[in-house]
């Protein structure tokens, strides 16, 4: 067993003085607590806290980063999508790859060290399936094992095509998708989900059922949810109903809304009886216009929070979690609407002793923290925290410096790719 005792050590939303981490050689947590041992090993100037969860990613969408942002007029959400199938329409296996890796190992420099991966490009240019229907999947998930990132590989329930390019992401039918994910879930060393894409790309109906399939087979179920007024017509027009209305017989604590951000009051109201949680995207819903979600009401009502780099045109938890405080903020037209300690607690990992655990070791004389009393450091990681107070990872017992990924391959695939 190591023992390590830095500075101090996030617990229960506070950064605590006098704790001691104790570990074996693999990583696996054993015990954090007050501790006397005076064989532990110190870290001075550094603060442990667990490692941020990036709940909602397309790893892809990273090479869209600085395209479509020129002022035009017109330009909204749907004209930014079109741009992006037109990358969605020259992805093959290899460079899906190559920008997936380098995608992956920003996350890891940028204090993300897991990513739920919302995977939704399937199948060939033609929507015929790859030999393996789960080529692209894989490809995904080999590149975020070289990062070192744990993963949750959501495959993506897609069965209406409005578009060629979507063709790419629709399964046959519903049977197959749910035996290519069972497929998937046995060939691969990581965990797989089941996403149904939206209310766009599914039916409620077909929404219900991927949600009990997937919680009968252990599966977290994630699902866009009402990010665009649009989307919010077209419920209401096809289904007489508001999407997450259409499905909220079947809501439970296992299913995660993405986005959430034009809800009702009674969407609301159901959201947080049912346990949700919502992952927030708030650089990319702010790139996108997407609009500001009700975040004070969810929180009161019993809704859970998450966060996603979502798009990827910002790979920066801090960002994320500090946007998400200054939008609400902004929102109510009050101050510390959201408890840091609870932001934090909310969007990092969970520590839970018999289980491996990947800490952020922060340097508590980076400028953006260097001063700040230990009572309210928590605020400031929140507030001012950025990837370069992290001064490494811990992660499988070891110590990660942290340090940019290497460009090369990225760059080649992108190169034929714009």
């Given amino acids: 067993m190591i023992k390590f005792r830095p500075d101090a050590v996030l617990v229960n939303g506070e950064f605590h003085s006098n704790m001691v981490v104790s570990m074996l050689a693999d990583g696996t947590l054993q015990s954090v607590g007050e501790d006397v041992d005076e064989m532990a090993v110190t870290r001075k100037h550094r603060v442990w806290m667990p490692g941020f969860v990036n709940s909602h990613s397309h790893v892809f969408q990273r090479v869209m980063r600085g395209l479509g942002e020129r002022q035009t007029s017109g330009a909204t959400f749907w004209s930014w999508r079109e741009s992006m199938y037109r990358v969605v329409d020259r992805l093959d296996p290899e460079r899906l790859e190559s920008i997936a890796r380098y995608t992956f190992h920003e996350m890891m420099s940028a204090g993300y060290t897991s990513v739920k991966e919302f995977h939704y490009i399937?199948?060939?240019?033609?929507?015929?399936?790859?030999?393996?229907?789960?080529?692209?999947?894989?490809?995904?998930?080999?590149?975020?094992?070289?990062?070192?990132?744990?993963?949750?590989?959501?495959?993506?329930?897609?069965?209406?095509?409005?578009?060629?390019?979507?063709?790419?992401?629709?399964?046959?039918?519903?049977?197959?998708?749910?035996?290519?994910?069972?497929?998937?879930?046995?060939?691969?060393?990581?965990?797989?989900?089941?996403?149904?894409?939206s209310i766009r790309a599914c039916t409620p109906d077909q929404?219900?059922?991927?949600?009990?399939?997937?919680?009968?087979?252990?599966?977290?179920?994630?699902?866009?949810?009402?990010?665009?007024?649009?989307?919010?017509?077209?419920?209401?027009?096809?289904?007489?109903?508001?999407?997450?209305?259409?499905?909220?017989?079947?809501?439970?604590?296992?299913?995660v809304g993405v986005h959430m951000t034009h809800l009702s009051d009674r969407e609301i109201k159901r959201a947080g009886e049912a346990g949700m949680t919502a992952c927030i995207c708030p650089t990319t819903e702010g790139s996108l216009g997407d609009g500001l979600p009700s975040l004070r009401e969810m929180l009161d009502a019993g809704v859970?929070?998450?966060?996603?780099?979502?798009?990827?045109?910002?790979?920066?938890?801090?960002?994320?979690?500090?946007?998400?405080?200054?939008?609400?903020?902004?929102?109510?037209?009050?101050?510390?609407?959201?408890?840091?300690?609870?932001?934090?607690?909310?969007?990092?990992?969970?520590?839970?002793?018999?289980?491996?655990?990947?800490?952020?070791?922060?340097?508590?004389?980076?400028?953006?923290?260097?001063?700040v009393p230990m009572h309210e450091l928590v605020s400031a990681v929140v507030l001012s925290g950025r990837p370069d107070c992290i001064a490494g990872t811990w992660s499988g017992g070891q110590f990660r410096p942290r340090e940019q990924p290497d460009p090369s391959l990225y760059l080649s695939a992108l190169e034929q790719l714009l």
Wanted: net charge negative; hydrophobic share 35%.
């Fill in 207 to 255: 929404v219900s059922e991927a949600i009990r399939w997937s919680k009968d087979h252990g599966m977290e179920c994630h699902m866009h949810i009402a990010e665009q007024p649009r989307e919010v017509n077209y419920s209401l027009e096809r289904y007489g109903q508001r999407p997450l209305a259409t499905i909220a017989d079947s809501l439970d604590s296992h299913v």
């Fill in 122 to 197: 399937h199948h060939g240019r033609s929507g015929t399936p790859y030999s393996d229907p789960n080529e692209m999947a894989k490809r995904v998930i080999a590149a975020g094992q070289s990062a070192g990132i744990s993963m949750t590989l959501l495959r993506v329930l897609y069965l209406s095509v409005a578009e060629t390019t979507q063709q790419r992401f629709c399964d046959p039918d519903i049977e197959t998708a749910f035996r290519w994910t069972t497929r998937l879930a046995s060939e691969v060393p990581v965990s797989i989900g089941l996403a149904p894409h």
């Fill in 304 to 371: 859970r929070l998450a966060i996603g780099s979502d798009s990827n045109v910002v790979i920066d938890p801090f960002a994320e979690i500090r946007m998400l405080e200054f939008n609400e903020r902004n929102r109510t037209q009050a101050r510390r609407v959201v408890d840091p300690g609870s932001i934090l607690d909310a969007c990092t990992e969970p520590v839970i002793a018999g289980q491996p655990t990947n800490w952020l070791e922060l340097d508590t004389t980076h400028p953006a923290l260097v001063g």
